[in-house]
Structures are given as C-alpha cells and as structure tokens.
C-alpha cells in the first residue's frame, strides 16, 4: 500500500517560491505503475490540480498554472517535489501530493499540508 | 477547458434515505468521469472511477451512472459517516484534469 507524505514550509512570502517535497513509501517512485503529482485546495473551496509528473520525467501541468510551476522527480530519494513561483495570497491553500493511475484517475493521496502565502 | 457543474451545492438528508448528485460536463467526455469524497480535515478519497465502476473497500451503497455529459453519483440508504463533500474529476481533456464545484452532504 503506497503512502505519500508532504514536507516543506507552512509559510511563503509573496513574491518568493513555494517548495514542497513528497516522500513516498510502500513501493518505488521509478515504478512504471503511476504518474505522481499535486492537486491544491484553498481553504473552504474545491479541487485544483496542479500537474503530475512520469518517473521518466515526462510531465503534465495545468495551463493555468504552468508558467510558474516546476514539478521534478528524485529517485535516490523516492521523492517527487513541487515548485510555484512568484506566489500571491491567491496561492494560500492545502497542498496534496498523489498518485495519477495510469488510467488518469487520482488513488493515492497524502495527508496534505496548509501552506499561507503572506508576509 | 471542460467544466463540470455539480448540483446541488449542498443537501440535508436523514439517515436511510437515498442521495443523488449530478454531475453535468461541458462536452462530452465519454465514461472518464470519476467521483472522491472528502470527509472534513481528510483528504479526499476515490469512490467510483469511470463513471460507474465501483473501487475495491467502498461500501456498495455507493453507485455511479451516466456517460457523455451527464453522469450521477447515488449513495443508497444513507449512514452517518457520509457526512462528507463529494467531487467529480474528468480526465478526458488532457493535459488538463479538472473537479467539479462539490456536493456538501449533511447528515439531518
């Protein structure tokens, strides 16, 4: 059974880049078996994903959003990481890591973590 | 983008009674609709996926249906513990994966 637990600061200033980092557990980030990503959730309101990322490196990110973001794999560590540029108070809100089935639908997910963008 | 519109926003139901949401897209999007549910302070977890195939450990209460455009998530004989805010997901649009709005269901 595959766990994934999100680390990184709770706190971003605007302007700076928010970094979070996913490990995962229960089985290899270089399986062949699932894309790994990020889906947000600002406080009170819906699901936003973010992007995913192929152990091979090969990605998808939301359009919306992929001008600021960065998602990478390190497989030494089994981790996969997020980073979001140039944040604003719009980008206060809980932050899941998670497993893409190669079928596209979302089946392992992480606790979540708040990150607040604000100075 | 595709959108998805849930209705309704919200709902009050008492226990044993029989739940409906919808889930309506923007275009057609065949049967890559799939339904989470996020109880308070969790993290959302996979209910149905493609429209109507149930997951591995869900109570069978719970049933999807639909294709095309319009697809909808049925929770038979209600019980305290779905408590909880339903999503649709579509992954028929890639690269870009979109939710709908969410379905608070509040126990009477």
């Known amino acids: 059974q595959l766990q994934l637990q999100e680390s990184g600061p709770g706190l971003v200033k605007p302007s700076e880049t928010l970094s979070l980092t996913c490990t995962v557990s229960?089985?290899?980030?270089?399986?062949?078996?699932?894309?790994w990503g990020w889906i947000r959730q600002p406080p009170g309101k819906g699901l936003e994903w973010i992007g995913s990322i192929y152990y091979s490196g090969s990605t998808y990110y939301n359009p919306s959003l992929k001008s600021r973001v960065t998602i990478s794999v390190d497989t030494s560590k089994n981790q996969f990481s997020l980073k979001l540029s140039s944040v604003t108070a719009a980008d206060t809100a809980v932050y899941y890591c998670l497993t893409l089935h190669p079928k596209y639908y979302f089946d392992y997910w992480g606790q979540g973590t708040l990150v607040t963008v604000s100075s | 983008e595709i959108v998805l519109t849930q209705s309704p926003d919200f709902q009050s139901v008492t226990p044993k009674e029989k739940v409906t949401i919808t889930c309506r897209a923007s275009q057609s999007i065949g049967s890559s609709l799939h339904w989470y549910q996020q109880k308070p302070d969790q993290s959302p977890k996979l209910l149905i996926k493609y429209a109507s195939q149930s997951i591995s450990g869900v109570p069978s209460r719970f049933s999807g249906s639909g294709s095309g455009t319009d697809f909808t998530l049925t929770i038979n004989s209600l019980e305290a513990e779905d408590a909880a805010t339903y999503y649709c997901?579509?992954?028929?649009?890639?690269?870009?994966?979109?939710f709908g709005g969410g379905t608070k269901v509040e126990i009477k």
């Open positions: 997901h579509q992954s028929s649009s890639l690269p870009l994966l979109t």
């Open positions: 229960g089985g290899s980030i270089s399986s062949s078996s699932y894309y």
